[in-house]
């Protein structure tokens, strides 16, 4: 999609973003490398010799069972030595994935036309976001009104989805605004200061402007879709992972099945230890996790058997197609190894 330049903010101050964040970039040897070193904060647990890197994201949705798998010594109990690393966004981790620096990772809705195009397997859903939200400065009171203005964006995520949505229902574009690819903690800085207009965005970050920015309006959120796109995050490995270390793989899935059953029936605990993990405020996780709904491991059993799930990616596919994502819709069962997932718990 064909993106105009911005104007708010300098090419001094913006081309860095532009050339070293942009998610369009192909990243591959020393350059994933580097990325993977950059994303930084990882941790271990379990001396198990059958080890698995893991990436996630400083969220409710993204750390939630990573946070319950280390708190109950779940990587040791089923043989697996776990090497956590915090990531930004999905796509990076899809990258990451690609190149071998990867086993496992997490990813929003937005990032899930990469394995739909092949560039992962889906091995487990995780919950249905309700994060995501276009966001406009103050005294901007609709998606027409963004016409001409510039719209931060994380590109290839669920801020990037929402934003499609949003000018879609409006009548519009990207073409209609000056879309900027952004990193999140660019875009809270930027958005704060007021040097774009507006952002395609998400919940817990988004909370974060709202206290630096009074008056800030939110023009659309997830459930203003939700009839005809759900949105769900996801667990994703690398190809090369799932087809050659199908042992790994399995018990990777039944780490996460154990701590989805963790997660639904001690929602307020697991909101401690991913606070824990993430060193935020215990309020804020919560926050942040109740813009979700969090699906217990019986019942993405039940929705990955009936085909529920298959809908889901099927709708989203239509969405990627319409958006430039995908030349054509993509069969989930190419890389939704649901298989897999119902039978770790067999």
């Known amino acids: 999609m064909t993106r105009k330049g911005p104007t708010a903010m300098s090419p001094a101050a913006m081309s860095p973003v532009l050339t070293r964040r942009s998610l369009t970039s192909a990243l591959?040897?020393?350059?994933?490398?580097?990325?993977?070193?950059?994303?930084?904060?990882?941790?271990?647990?379990?001396?198990?010799?059958?080890?698995?890197?893991?990436?996630?994201?400083?969220?409710?949705?993204?750390?939630?069972?990573?946070?319950?798998?280390?708190?109950?010594?779940?990587?040791?109990?089923?043989?697996?030595s776990a090497e956590a690393k915090v990531f930004t966004n999905g796509p990076l981790q899809i990258q990451a994935l690609g190149t071998d620096n990867l086993d496992f990772g997490y990813i929003g809705p937005g990032a899930m036309w990469l394995p739909a195009s092949g560039q992962a397997k889906v091995v487990a859903i995780n919950t249905l976001g309700n994060s995501d939200r276009v966001l406009a400065q103050p005294g901007i009171t609709s998606m027409r009104q963004l016409k001409g203005k510039t719209v931060a964006v994380p590109e290839g995520t669920s801020g990037d989805m929402i934003l499609t949505l949003a000018l879609r229902k409006a009548g519009m574009t990207k073409e209609d605004v000056k879309a900027v690819p952004m990193d999140p903690s660019t875009i809270v800085s930027a958005f704060s200061s007021r040097q774009v207009d507006g952002a395609g965005f998400w919940y817990p970050a988004a909370a974060t402007i709202k206290k630096q920015v009074p008056g800030l309006v939110e023009l659309a959120k997830n459930a203003d879709f939700e009839q005809d796109v759900s949105f769900p995050t996801a667990f994703v490995a690398g190809n090369k992972v799932v087809a050659d270390q199908p042992e790994k793989t399995k018990k990777v899935l039944a780490v996460l099945r154990e701590a989805m059953a963790f997660r639904s029936e001690h929602t307020d605990e697991t909101i401690e230890l991913t606070a824990a993990k993430l060193k935020l405020p215990v309020d804020q996780v919560k926050a942040d996790a109740a813009n979700n709904k969090v699906l217990g491991v019986d019942e993405l059993d039940r929705l990955t058997e009936d085909g529920t799930v298959v809908k889901w990616l099927k709708g989203m596919n239509d969405y990627f197609v319409d958006a430039g994502k995908l030349k054509k819709p993509a069969d989930p069962k190419t890389y939704y190894t649901g298989d897999l997932f119902t039978g770790a718990g067999k």
């Open 28 to 80: 591959a040897g020393a350059a994933a490398l580097a990325l993977l070193a950059a994303c930084g904060g990882g941790s271990s647990s379990g001396d198990s010799s059958d080890k698995v890197r893991f990436g996630y994201i400083n969220d409710f949705n993204g750390a939630s069972l990573i946070a319950v798998a280390e708190s109950r010594g779940l990587w040791k109990k089923h043989g697996l």
